[in-house]
Nanobody
Framework: QVQLVESGGGLVQAGGSLRLSCAASGRTFSNYAMGWFRQAPGKEREFVAAISRSGGSTYYADSVKGRVTISRDNAKNTVYLQMNSLKPEDTAVYYC????????????????WGQGTQVTVSS
């Protein structure tokens, strides 16, 4: 089992920045690819970003590319999502997830999920 706890969400004005963190515990963190997903009210959960086990490879959704950076610190068992130039359409609950794979962008491939952290971007 892997336990994931997100933090860092909140209310921010459009154009602002937030840094989300996801702390993992339970198994060897570096054995898991990590991803961030989000779900806005009335919408399906969507992929945001993913990072490989070593951190050497990353993928981003087109909607956030250039504004968001995913990173990880395997020594701290933590994955981060730095979000800049936030837009109202970024408003959602953000979830981190862990997958027993090298890297993946497919939600169904992830084995463990956190509870989510709310990000609200005001216009």
């Amino acid at each position: 089992q892997v336990q994931l706890v997100e933090s860092g969400g909140g209310l921010v004005q459009a154009g602002g920045s937030l840094r989300l963190s996801c702390a993992a515990s339970g198994r060897t963190f570096s054995n898991y690819a990590m991803g961030w997903f989000r779900q806005a009210p009335g919408k399906e959960r969507e992929f945001v970003a993913a990072i490989s086990r070593s951190g050497g490879s990353t993928y981003y959704a087109d909607s956030v590319k250039g504004r968001v950076t995913i990173s990880r610190d395997n020594a701290k068992n933590t994955v981060y999502l730095q979000m800049n130039s936030l837009k109202p359409e970024d408003t959602a609950v953000y979830y981190c997830a862990a997958a027993r794979r090298w890297i993946t962008i497919t939600a169904t491939a992830y084995d463990y999920w956190g509870q989510g952290t709310q990000v609200t971007v005001s216009s």
